[in-house]
Every structure is written in structure tokens, then in C-alpha cells.
């Protein structure tokens, strides 16, 4: 039901993947997000991040380990601590899949920002690389509200030089029959 999104999502990440993955044995990606990351409500394995490891490894990508470090509710407050402790796992590369939650609540945007950006840094300086993708917040937030939310996605992608998947759900958002 989903999979129509992922080939999207598996040729961006490839994309980000190729170059650096090449240069060593395994390349490790750790998808940092919340119950859209999780997979909340699918069944085993139908998780983006699951589909995206499947479908890597029928292309003989063996070299790449996957994470799903998705937890559902999950907000951007959480990002820098939740990623301290799978720091441990050794990631060659974050997928940061935050935000979602933070505008479903209307949680201050600067915040959501400083939350992601503290992340970024830490991933960077911990020679960790760093895609990510944007959300938007829902219309009924009000205008002023979902285009700041809206802004702050590409420009940290721009500030900190990232490969940048502008909104994680292109294609599924406002499709019924892909949506719980």
C-alpha cells in the first residue's frame, strides 16, 4: 500500500548513500523520527525505513545496515537525546524524520528549529552524516504558523549543507487509501 511512496525515498537515499558507502565494509543508517519512522499501525517490516533496507538488500546492498529509530509521538525535543544513545551503534548516516508531532501540537517553531539544529551539530561533529527530510504542519494551524514550520526545514538543509527530502509524506499525504 505504501510502497508506491518509497522508490522516492530509496532513490534519495541512494543517492545520499552511494558516495560515502563505497569506501567502506558497512555503512550503517539510522532513521531518527517518530511513529511515521516507526511505522505505527503496519505490519512488521512495512516501516519506510524497513522497506528502504528490503529493498537495498534485493539490489545486493548487503553492506548497508539499517536502524528504525522511530518512536511514535515522538517530537523534535526528544531528536539530540534519542540520538546520544544510538550514537553508540556507530551511524554512518542520520535520516532526521522530526517535526511531525511538533506541528500537530503547534509547538513553537523556533524551538522545533533549535532542537533539530542541536541534533544536526551533534551528528556532524560526531563525523556522523546528516540527510533530512521537512514536513509540513496542518492548514488549520493558521497561516503565519505552518509557513514559519514550513521555512525552517530547507533552511537548516541550506545551513548546515544537507541532502534535503523537502516533505516526507510527497505522494501519501492526501491519498485515503495510504493514510490510517
Given at each position: 500500500m505504501l510502497r508506491r511512496f518509497f522508490p522516492l525515498l530509496l532513490l534519495w537515499l541512494a543517492m545520499v548513500i552511494a558516495p560515502a558507502a563505497k569506501a567502506q565494509d558497512e555503512f550503517t543508517v539510522l532513521f531518527l523520527g517518530d511513529s511515521l519512522t516507526e511505522g505505527l499501525g503496519l505490519e512488521t517490516g512495512e516501516a519506510f525505513p524497513e522497506l528502504n533496507?528490503?529493498?537495498?538488500?534485493?539490489?545486493?546492498?548487503?553492506?548497508?545496515?539499517?536502524?528504525?529509530?522511530?518512536?511514535?509521538?515522538?517530537?523534535?525535543?526528544?531528536?539530540?537525546?534519542?540520538?546520544?544513545?544510538?550514537?553508540?551503534?556507530?551511524?554512518?548516516?542520520?535520516?532526521?524524520?522530526?517535526?511531525?508531532?511538533?506541528?500537530?501540537?503547534?509547538?513553537?517553531?523556533?524551538?522545533?528549529?533549535?532542537?533539530?539544529?542541536?541534533?544536526?551539530?551533534?551528528?556532524?561533529?560526531?563525523?556522523?552524516?546528516?540527510?533530512?527530510t521537512g514536513m509540513l504542519a496542518p492548514p488549520n494551524m493558521g497561516p503565519e504558523y505552518t509557513e514559519a514550520f514550513a521555512k525552517v526545514f530547507p533552511e537548516l538543509a541550506a545551513q548546515y549543507q544537507l541532502p534535503f527530502l523537502p516533505f516526507l509524506l510527497e505522494g501519501v499525504a492526501a491519498v485515503p487509501e495510504l493514510n490510517q
Open positions: 533496507a528490503a529493498r537495498l538488500k534485493a539490489e545486493g546492498r548487503d553492506d548497508i545496515k539499517v536502524i528504525n529509530g522511530g518512536v511514535s509521538g515522538s517530537t523534535s525535543a526528544s531528536a539530540l537525546g534519542r540520538l546520544q544513545w544510538y550514537a553508540r551503534s556507530k551511524p554512518d548516516l542520520l535520516v532526521l524524520a522530526l517535526g511531525a508531532n511538533d506541528g500537530l501540537r503547534g509547538l513553537a517553531v523556533d524551538e522545533m528549529r533549535a532542537n533539530l539544529a542541536k541534533t544536526i551539530e551533534f551528528a556532524l561533529a560526531n563525523g556522523i552524516k546528516v540527510a533530512l
